[in-house]
């Protein structure tokens, strides 16, 4: 077997010393045997380093031959051509001796595995002594670990596990190997690693650096991060070290080059340590040095990335720190906003609850203004924290800011004062109170937050005048008690006046604008100077006080309504009828007597003016709030209180007794307005009623009662506004003619008629009483409803007394040239008339002294139509007694009596009465139907309530008997007796009332042929 077949078939693993010696000693050809030994790539480190050796001590004999060669080559290239330098002579060379070039390149090869077999036994050295180091460390940890556990683990362990293997290191780049040390954290093998092969990694050493992971922390790979030249402003190159001293000739740059040039793409493989790139680990070849700015470029980058891809705000600002060591340029700035958000995560308060945490980033930071940064570094502070987070995190903070401003040239010596101010005038009440309260002038100008006195009164100004709610009380007089204290100087009262003018005036809403905000405020106090806003705080003081009485009695109001209702009678009566009528933290009204003088003694209290400062009642007298106060109690419904205190304290000089009847009438006329139901019994109607028991009992407190038991009766009768709705109080009291509520409770109960004594007593509740016209229209109201039933008797009846009514109304000189009066006859004689001509009524003579009463009453025009009317029922009436005398007549046995007739005044009368009669037209029903009873009752009779002659012609004729003043009073009493000259055994005759109806007649013939009503 060949030597050549006998070494191929031979596996790596089987290879050992002695058996390479044996296999390659005796090959005489050392090209073959340094090809042979290069192309064995090995696992154990002492068989490789044994191929390596043998390769290139059998190569150094083939070498040297070259050289040799190459003299006398390069003197005949010398001849032939003197402008051929070495360097092309070696290229010449290698092109036409292709073994001896392979040769070189083999060698190249060789000396290359060599450094790297010993570099990867040092970095197998270093990870074996960092392996131990770490575990140490860790057992100097764990003080509770058993030594002799820790010894058996020791020797049960196999030990570090190495990154990759001999073979793959020398297989593969050393770029690679490097960037799998820096994913890996083996940082002192990768030192080693660069310090011995720096030719081949320093143009990669950023890429090497990208692989290094961004958690880990900066100090334990710093060796390995660039630095910059002051000076030059360049990169700095680190030192290396190499395993040689000098380079074997193969590896001088000439015969590199020219073993490039001369070479197949094969060759050049085993030349170029082959660059294998991936997506995660992109190789970027650099190989000149980096300008400072670049340096500064890749650590921005780098700490970005570190911050944003893992949050470790310690590692990127230490990466940060060293590189600023390092003289990189313009790290400052990003240095400071590191150091500022690294405050922010692991100084500033952080909530208890997780789910609030915010994660944040470089990024985030740079995209937030400096008020929102100051927001988010006292977010979690508290009342106890706020200055203390103020003083460490938020002042160093606004320092960076102003020298920030200051290295741009665009200083800015209000910055700090600014931003801290904004804060301060939109924070919570309180973290304000704590931030004055360590602000107070007594302290250390150096620990005060708000160092400027006049600052502080500004801004405590702006803030609780600029509070557009209502707050807690107390904690704003705690911002008083921080303010400072100037004197009293009296002198600028003037002044102080024109500010607190000017103040009402900025504070005023109007169309185009809201009111002010607390910066708006803060802009309008700056200019002020300290004598007027010593005088504002006194306002202040003034305005407090008066807040925290309005707050007690359940009407708080912000701070800014004292501004602006200062001189606003209407604002200051309003909120102190709200006070009365809401007293008490939950607004319900009060029991307690007491409280009640408390809140009328708080009431007075708002009226003072003390030394210029207006309270929040000033523009009202101590009379007018004790009224207000005394409604207010009264529309409680504590009635109780309201009887005690009129008459005692201080209240009793104001509560005269006019003064109380006034109030009582006024309270209760509100509550029956506003009650949902008319029942006196419950709700607002039963308040209504007892409140007018406070006031001593008067005509007017007496009408108002009934008024309420008249609304509260005709309730229960469930009379309706419209069909479902009940009427409301409010409609009852706004009726103007209350007849028509008459009217509608007797349209709307089918019996109500039938009691005419509760009929006219509501009516004389409603305001009636006395009012004989009135009665008499009620009344006839009764009839007409009683006619529509067809009880004639109860309508009968109900004209009697409507008579009596009617001829004391007559009588009543007063009022007898009144409308109302004229109204009311004209009802009595028109119902009388309309009762007394009904067919169905069959009581002869009952209706012929209805319709006498109509003679009585009813004007000279519209006699004849009731006399027509009349003598229609007597002939009626007549004829009827013949037929029963006849019949009686026929049936007697024996003897005949003379038949009785008409006496001669009645024929005279009746003959007149036909005469005249022959044009009666009857009185028109034509009104429409109303909605009411009133306009109900009224359309069925022949005559308006409202005293209108509707009849046809009968308007005429009353007009003209009202014109000729006859009256015919005489004839109607004639009638009133029943026409007493008609024989009828039902009737008796007197001398008296034959007289009076001859009388009648006489006036009533006279009247016919024109005589003179004076005669009459």
Same mark, same amino acid.
């Given at each position: 077997?060949?030597?050549?077949? #006998?070494?191929?078939?031979?596996?790596?693993?089987?290879?050992?010393?002695?058996?390479?010696?044996?296999? %390659?000693?005796?090959? +005489?050809?050392?090209?073959?045997?340094?090809?042979?030994?290069?192309?064995?790539?090995?696992?154990?480190?002492? *068989?490789?380093?044994?191929?390596?050796?043998?390769?290139?001590?059998?190569?150094?004999?083939?070498?040297? /031959?070259?050289?040799?060669?190459?003299?006398?080559?390069?003197?005949?290239?010398?001849?032939?051509?003197?402008?051929?330098?070495?360097?092309?002579?070696?290229?010449?060379?290698?092109?036409?001796?292709?073994?001896?070039?392979?040769?070189?390149? %083999?060698?190249?090869?060789?000396?290359?595995?060599?450094?790297?077999?010993?570099?990867?036994?040092?970095?197998?050295?270093?990870?074996?002594?960092?392996?131990?180091?770490?575990?140490?460390?860790?057992?100097?940890?764990?003080?509770?670990?058993?030594?002799?556990?820790?010894?058996?683990?020791?020797?049960?362990?196999?030990?570090? #596990?190495?990154?990759?293997?001999?073979?793959?290191?020398? +297989?593969? $780049?050393?770029?690679?190997?490097?960037?799998?040390?820096?994913?890996?954290?083996?940082?002192?093998?990768?030192?080693?690693?660069?310090?011995?092969?720096?030719?081949?990694?320093?143009?990669?050493?950023?890429?090497?650096?990208?692989?290094?992971?961004?958690?880990?922390?900066?100090?334990?790979?710093?060796?390995?991060?660039?630095?910059?030249?002051?000076?030059?402003?360049?990169?700095?190159?680190?030192?290396?070290?190499?395993?040689?001293?000098?380079?074997?000739?193969?590896?001088?740059?000439?015969?590199?080059?020219?073993?490039?040039?001369?070479?197949? $793409?094969?060759?050049?493989?085993?030349?170029?340590?082959?660059?294998?790139?991936?997506?995660?680990?992109?190789?970027?070849?650099?190989?000149?040095?980096?300008?400072?700015?670049?340096?500064?470029?890749?650590?921005?980058?780098?700490?970005?990335?570190?911050?944003?891809?893992?949050?470790?705000?310690?590692?990127?600002?230490?990466?940060?720190?060293?590189?600023?060591?390092?003289?990189?340029?313009?790290?400052?700035?990003?240095?400071?906003?590191?150091?500022?958000?690294?405050?922010?995560?692991?100084?500033?308060?952080?909530?208890?609850?997780?789910?609030?945490?915010?994660?944040?980033?470089?990024?985030?930071?740079?995209?937030?203004?400096?008020?929102?940064?100051?927001?988010?570094?006292?977010?979690?502070?508290?009342?106890?924290?706020?200055?203390?987070?103020?003083?460490?995190?938020?002042?160093?903070?606004?320092?960076?800011?102003?020298?920030?401003?200051?290295?741009? #040239?665009?200083?800015?010596?209000?910055?700090?004062?600014?931003?801290?101010?904004?804060?301060?005038?939109?924070?919570? %009440?309180?973290?304000? *109170?704590?931030?004055?309260?360590?602000?107070?002038?007594?302290?250390?100008?150096?620990?005060?937050?708000?160092?400027?006195?006049?600052?502080?009164?500004?801004?405590?100004?702006?803030?609780?005048?600029?509070?557009?709610?209502?707050?807690?009380?107390?904690?704003?007089?705690?911002?008083?008690?921080?303010?400072?204290?100037?004197?009293?100087?009296?002198?600028?009262?003037?002044?102080?006046?024109?500010?607190?003018?000017?103040?009402?005036?900025?504070?005023?809403?109007?169309?185009?604008?809201?009111?002010?905000?607390?910066?708006?405020?803060?802009?309008?106090?700056? $200019?002020?100077?300290?004598?007027?806003?010593?005088?504002?705080?006194?306002?202040?003081?003034?305005?407090?006080?008066?807040?925290?009485?309005?707050?007690?009695?359940? *009407?708080?109001?912000?701070?800014?309504?004292?501004?602006?209702?200062?001189?606003?009678?209407?604002?200051?009566?309003?909120?102190?009828?709200?006070?009365?009528?809401? +007293?008490?933290?939950?607004?319900?009204?009060?029991?307690?007597?007491?409280?009640?003088?408390?809140?009328?003694?708080?009431?007075?209290?708002?009226?003072?003016?003390?030394?210029?400062? !207006?309270?929040?009642?000033?523009?009202?007298?101590?009379?007018?709030?004790?009224?207000?106060?005394?409604?207010?109690?009264?529309?409680?419904?504590?009635?109780? *209180?309201?009887?005690?205190? #009129?008459?005692?304290?201080?209240?009793?000089?104001?509560?005269?007794?006019?003064?109380?009847?006034?109030?009582?009438?006024?309270?209760?006329?509100?509550?029956?307005?506003?009650?949902?139901?008319?029942?006196?019994?419950?709700?607002?109607?039963?308040?209504?009623?007892?409140?007018?028991?406070?006031?001593?009992?008067?005509?007017?407190?007496?009408?108002?009662?009934?008024?309420?038991?008249?609304?509260?009766?005709?309730?229960?009768?469930?009379?309706?506004?419209?069909?479902?709705?009940?009427?409301?109080?409010?409609?009852?009291?706004?009726?103007?003619?209350?007849?028509?509520?008459?009217?509608?409770?007797?349209?709307?109960?089918?019996?109500?008629?039938?009691?005419?004594?509760?009929?006219?007593?509501?009516?004389?509740?409603?305001?009636?009483?006395?009012?004989?016209?009135?009665?008499?229209?009620?009344?006839?109201?009764?009839?007409?409803?009683?006619?529509?039933?067809?009880?004639?008797?109860?309508?009968?009846?109900?004209?009697?007394? @409507? @008579?009596?009514?009617?001829?004391?109304?007559?009588?009543?000189?007063?009022?007898?040239?009144?409308?109302?009066?004229?109204?009311?006859?004209?009802?009595?004689?028109?119902?009388?008339?309309?009762?007394?001509?009904?067919?169905?009524?069959?009581?002869?003579?009952?209706? @012929?002294?209805?319709?006498?009463?109509?003679?009585?009453?009813? $004007?000279?025009?519209?006699?004849?139509?009731?006399?027509?009317?009349?003598?229609?029922?007597?002939?009626?009436?007549?004829?009827?007694?013949? !037929?029963?005398?006849?019949?009686?007549?026929?049936?007697?046995?024996?003897?005949?009596?003379?038949?009785?007739?008409?006496?001669?005044?009645?024929?005279?009368?009746?003959?007149?009465?036909?005469?005249?009669?022959?044009?009666?037209?009857?009185?028109?029903?034509?009104?429409?139907?109303?909605?009411?009873?009133?306009?109900?009752?009224?359309?069925?009779?022949?005559?308006?309530?409202?005293?209108?002659?509707?009849?046809?012609?009968?308007?005429?004729?009353?007009?003209? @008997?009202?014109?000729?003043?006859?009256?015919?009073?005489?004839?109607?009493?004639?009638?009133?007796?029943?026409?007493?000259?008609?024989? /009828?055994?039902?009737?008796?005759?007197?001398?008296?009332?034959?007289?009076?109806?001859?009388?009648?007649?006489?006036?009533?013939?006279?009247?016919?042929?024109?005589?003179?009503?004076?005669?009459?």
């Amino acid at each position: 077997m060949s030597f050549a077949k #006998k070494w191929s078939e031979t596996k790596d693993d089987e290879l050992n010393a002695e058996l390479i010696a044996e296999l %390659l000693e005796d090959v +005489s050809d050392d090209i073959w045997v340094t090809a042979a030994c290069a192309e064995r790539v090995v696992s154990n480190p002492e *068989v490789a380093q044994v191929l390596v050796k043998t390769g290139l001590r059998r190569s150094t004999r083939v070498i040297e /031959s070259i050289k040799g060669s190459l003299a006398s080559y390069e003197h005949i290239g010398e001849t032939e051509d003197s402008a051929a330098g070495p360097e092309q002579s070696l290229q010449s060379y290698f092109r036409i001796h292709e073994r001896e070039r392979r040769l070189c390149i %083999l060698r190249q090869l060789l000396f290359d595995r060599l450094d790297r077999i010993q570099t990867f036994l040092i970095m197998e050295n270093a990870i074996q002594a960092a392996t131990a180091e770490d575990e140490r460390e860790l057992e100097e940890d764990d003080p509770w670990a058993d030594p002799e556990e820790e010894e058996e683990k020791e020797d049960s362990s196999p030990g570090p #596990k190495a990154s990759f293997t001999l073979f793959e290191f020398l +297989s593969q $780049p050393l770029v690679d190997s490097a960037i799998i040390l820096a994913s890996e954290q083996r940082f002192r093998a990768l030192d080693l690693l660069q310090s011995y092969h720096d030719a081949a990694l320093f143009p990669y050493r950023f890429s090497i650096l990208d692989a290094i992971p961004l958690s880990a922390h900066p100090s334990e790979y710093h060796h390995l991060l660039p630095a910059a030249d002051y000076e030059t402003n360049m990169e700095i190159k680190p030192q290396r070290s190499s395993w040689r001293e000098k380079p074997d000739w193969v590896e001088e740059t000439s015969v590199v080059d020219a073993l490039r040039a001369t070479s197949t $793409p094969e060759e050049l493989a085993w030349l170029d340590d082959m660059e294998v790139s991936d997506d995660e680990f992109p190789r970027v070849r650099k190989d000149s040095l980096l300008k400072s700015e670049e340096l500064t470029d890749w650590y921005t980058r780098r700490v970005e990335s570190t911050d944003s891809q893992s949050g470790l705000l310690d590692t990127a600002l230490a990466l940060l720190q060293h590189g600023a060591s390092q003289g990189v340029p313009r790290l400052d700035e990003l240095g400071e906003d590191l150091i500022l958000l690294d405050r922010l995560v692991y100084e500033a308060p952080q909530p208890s609850d997780p789910s609030l945490l915010t994660d944040w980033s470089l990024a985030r930071w740079r995209t937030m203004s400096p008020p929102e940064v100051i927001k988010a570094y006292l977010a979690f502070s508290d009342f106890e924290s706020v200055a203390e987070d103020i003083r460490r995190l938020v002042l160093p903070y606004l320092s960076v800011l102003e020298a920030q401003a200051e290295r741009a #040239k665009r200083p800015d010596l209000e910055l700090v004062n600014r931003l801290l101010y904004d804060y301060i005038l939109h924070a919570p %009440l309180e973290l304000v *109170v704590a931030i004055f309260e360590s602000s107070k002038a007594d302290m250390q100008r150096s620990y005060r937050i708000v160092r400027n006195d006049e600052d502080v009164a500004r801004l405590a100004l702006a803030y609780v005048y600029g509070l557009p709610r209502i707050t807690d009380w107390p904690m704003m007089s705690r911002i008083f008690e921080c303010q400072p204290d100037w004197g009293d100087d009296r002198d600028e009262d003037d002044e102080a006046y024109a500010t607190l003018t000017s103040l009402a005036e900025f504070v005023a809403p109007s169309a185009s604008r809201d009111a002010p905000s607390a910066e708006e405020l803060f802009i309008f106090f700056k $200019p002020l100077p300290a004598s007027a806003l010593s005088r504002l705080l006194d306002i202040l003081d003034s305005h407090l006080e008066g807040a925290e009485i309005l707050d007690k009695w359940g *009407v708080a109001t912000n701070l800014q309504w004292f501004i602006l209702s200062r001189k606003d009678e209407g604002q200051q009566r309003a909120r102190a009828v709200r006070m009365s009528r809401r +007293s008490g933290d939950s607004g319900e009204a009060l029991e307690d007597e007491q409280e009640w003088r408390d809140l009328l003694e708080d009431m007075l209290k708002l009226t003072a003016k003390r030394e210029g400062n !207006k309270s929040a009642f000033c523009m009202l007298s101590r009379e007018e709030i004790t009224r207000i106060f005394f409604t207010g109690l009264l529309s409680s419904g504590n009635f109780a *209180v309201a009887k005690r205190i #009129k008459g005692r304290g201080s209240a009793a000089k104001y509560l005269t007794g006019p003064v109380v009847e006034e109030l009582c009438l006024n309270v209760s006329r509100e509550l029956y307005d506003n009650a949902s139901s008319g029942n006196m019994h419950r709700g607002d109607m039963k308040t209504a009623y007892e409140c007018l028991t406070v006031a001593t009992p008067s005509p007017k407190v007496q009408a108002e009662r009934e008024f309420i038991e008249a609304t509260s009766k005709i309730c229960s009768f469930n009379v309706m506004t419209r069909p479902g709705i009940s009427i409301t109080p409010l409609e009852i009291r706004l009726t103007k003619d209350r007849l028509e509520l008459i009217a509608r409770v007797l349209s709307s109960s089918e019996d109500a008629y039938k009691h005419q004594e509760v009929i006219l007593d509501l009516a004389h509740k409603l305001g009636f009483k006395n009012d004989v016209a009135a009665e008499v229209k009620i009344l006839a109201m009764l009839v007409e409803v009683a006619l529509q039933h067809e009880d004639f008797m109860r309508a009968q009846a109900t004209c009697e007394r @409507m @008579m009596v009514d009617a001829r004391r109304l007559r009588s009543d000189m007063s009022i007898s040239q009144s409308t109302h009066h004229d109204e009311a006859l004209e009802v009595a004689w028109r119902c009388c008339y309309q009762l007394g001509r009904q067919s169905e009524f069959h009581d002869t003579p009952a209706k @012929m002294r209805l319709l006498g009463f109509a003679i009585e009453l009813c $004007p000279t025009d519209n006699t004849l139509d009731i006399l027509a009317a009349w003598r229609k029922i007597e002939a009626e009436d007549i004829d009827e007694r013949k !037929k029963r005398s006849a019949a009686r007549a026929a049936a007697r046995p024996t003897g005949k009596r003379r038949e009785t007739g008409p006496s001669l005044l009645q024929v005279h009368a009746g003959a007149a009465a036909g005469s005249l009669l022959k044009g009666l037209r009857e009185f028109s029903q034509g009104q429409e139907a109303a909605t009411h009873m009133l306009s109900r009752v009224t359309a069925n009779l022949p005559f308006s309530l409202g005293g209108g002659n509707t009849a046809s012609g009968g308007g005429r004729r009353s007009d003209e @008997m009202e014109r000729s003043g006859s009256s015919p009073r005489d004839f109607g009493q004639l009638f009133s007796r029943n026409l007493a000259g008609t024989p /009828s055994p039902r009737h008796h005759v007197t001398d008296e009332v034959a007289a009076t109806a001859r009388h009648a007649l006489a006036r009533g013939m006279g009247w016919l042929i024109g005589g003179d009503d004076d005669d009459r």
